[in-house]
């Protein structure tokens, strides 16, 4: 049974299509990669998934319990600790304050989060630990679905590679699915199950590949070989450039 299925969505902004006959469909426990080159629609697809817009055309249908999202940028309250962050999804459902504490210093903890930090405010914390602050607050609701909109893209090659073991080691420890979003073809080799390619106008899915293996279990040479033959001799990549040369093993 599929969590999440986007039958024939289109979207306009202000008269301009930017979205057509896009159909997707992603299995519970999956974890698919959105491809596609800057500007084709990923983003905007994403957030009609998850419902922050209303698509002009198609239907959403989404069988999961819950969902959470990251963003490229972190979007913490500049106010609030790191551990008020993490708690604050906890706090509008209304969980009280001993629990909101206990599940965010264990959403913390899953994200490696030092929990000396918990105290500190965003601006007292780097790129990366705010980042890992955004994760921990998406699965503190223990999502079943958990959207990823280019959530690495700003990020140092090192943290990023930590970051997707993060996500990773989370979805297989939780069992989410997720539509990650990303214009790195190594990132998306490494973390998902299943790659799908946005047509460079927005204008359907125009393939999928699987991947070999399970995320986690992949070997970086098989990561960077998988990404090589996409890249040279496969034709449904052939307008993805994107990739980040410098991790090369
Ligand atoms: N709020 C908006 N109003 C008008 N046009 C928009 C708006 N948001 C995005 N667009 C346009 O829609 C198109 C698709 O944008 P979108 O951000 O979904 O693409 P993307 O594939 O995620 O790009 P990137 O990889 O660069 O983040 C782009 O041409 C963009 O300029």
Redesign the pocket.
């Known amino acids: 049974m599929s969590a999440l299925a986007l039958e024939r969505i289109g979207h306009s902004?202000?008269g301009?299509s930017?979205?057509d006959h896009v159909d997707l469909s992603i299995d519970a426990g999956e974890v698919a990669a959105l491809v596609?080159?800057?500007?084709?629609?990923?983003?905007?697809?994403?957030?009609i998934a998850a419902g922050i817009f209303e698509p002009s055309r198609g239907n959403v249908r989404r069988h999961y319990r819950r969902h959470a999202m990251v963003f490229?940028e972190p979007r913490l309250l500049p106010w609030a600790t790191a551990r008020d962050n993490i708690a604050y999804p906890l706090r509008l459902a209304g969980t009280g304050r001993r629990e909101r504490r206990a599940r965010a210093e264990a959403a913390a903890a899953r994200v490696a989060f030092d929990a000396g930090d918990l105290g500190k405010y965003p601006s007292e914390l780097s790129g990366g630990m705010r980042q890992r602050v955004a994760i921990a607050r998406a699965l503190v609701v223990t999502p079943d679905f958990v959207y990823f909109?280019?959530p690495f893209t700003a990020l140092d090659v090192a943290l990023k590679r930590r970051m997707q073991d993060l996500v990773i080691a989370a979805a297989g420890a939780a069992h989410f699915a997720a539509l990650f979003?990303t214009?790195d073809l190594m990132e998306a080799a490494r973390i998902a199950n299943r790659i799908l390619v946005?047509d460079m106008h927005?204008a359907g899915i125009i393939g999928e590949r699987r991947l070999p293996g399970m995320p986690g279990a992949r070997s970086e040479r098989e990561v960077f070989d998988t990404v090589q033959h996409f890249l040279h001799q496969d034709p449904l990549f052939r307008h993805i450039h994107d990739v980040d040369e410098r991790q090369t093993p």
């Open positions: 902004y202000i301009r930017v979205l596609g080159p800057s500007g084709c629609g990923k983003s905007t697809l994403v957030h490229q909109d280019e979003v214009h946005l927005g």
